[in-house]
């Protein structure tokens, strides 16, 4: 815990909409105006950006939805389970970590439009990674799923939606 109230001190992390802690750390001064954007988007956005993001033990980054990709990318402690809900339906499951003989990934990435929510892997410690998305994250583009809606969309990863959404 001492390591990871020193990266929350250290980062300047801020408590995230959708659980755990983060700290914006790029954004382009570059812009992409919306007349080039896809229809999705509604305004300009920044070529890129970039974020620390914390998630201790027993929390969770609820699943939520963003309109463009989202690259995630492993720093240090446990690894974090990805759950991504595809728009066809099929779930992927992603785990960031350093440990490649187990089947982790140093790099994932989220499709845009697509449902996702983590969760460390374990019940101690935490998990920090970096997210990078572009076109660059504006939180216009950030949608928090609804239980009962994401439930009825995909009744068959209910169990995952009601162990990852909030109340």
Same mark, same amino acid.
Request: net charge negative.
């Given at each position: 815990? %001492?390591?990871? *109230? ?16 983060? @700290? %914006? ?6 812009? &992409? ?9 509604? #305004? =300009?956005?920044? /070529? ?6 914390? &998630?201790? @033990?027993? $929390?969770?980054?609820?699943? !939520?939805?963003?309109?463009? +990709?989202?690259?995630? !990318? ?10 991504? &809900? !595809?728009? $066809? ?7 960031? #970590? ?6 982790? *990934? ?16 374990? @019940? ?5 990674? #970096?997210?990078?998305? @572009?076109?660059?994250? +504006?939180?216009? +583009?950030? =949608?928090?799923? $609804?239980?009962? &809606?994401? %439930? %009825? ?5 209910? +169990? /995952? ?7």
């Amino acid at each position: 815990m %001492e390591r990871m *109230t020193q990266l929350i001190t250290h980062l300047k992390l801020q408590p995230h909409p959708e659980g755990g802690y983060y @700290a %914006e750390t790029y954004r382009s001064k570059e812009i &992409i105006p919306q007349a080039v954007l896809p229809g999705r988007f509604a #305004g =300009e956005r920044n /070529f890129s950006t970039a974020i620390y993001f914390l &998630i201790p @033990a027993g $929390q969770f980054s609820a699943f !939520h939805r963003i309109q463009a +990709d989202e690259l995630w !990318h492993f720093y240090e402690g446990q690894p974090l389970h990805v759950y991504v &809900i !595809h728009p $066809q339906g099929n779930m992927e499951f992603i785990r960031l #970590g350093n440990n490649v003989a187990m089947g982790e *990934t140093f790099q994932a990435m989220v499709p845009a439009g697509c449902w996702f929510a983590s969760e460390p892997a374990t @019940a101690n410690g935490y998990c920090l990674v #970096g997210c990078t998305v @572009a076109p660059g994250f +504006d939180f216009t +583009d950030f =949608e928090l799923a $609804q239980r009962e &809606i994401l %439930e %009825e969309y995909y009744p068959e990863h209910k +169990d /995952f939606i009601r162990q990852l959404t909030r109340g």
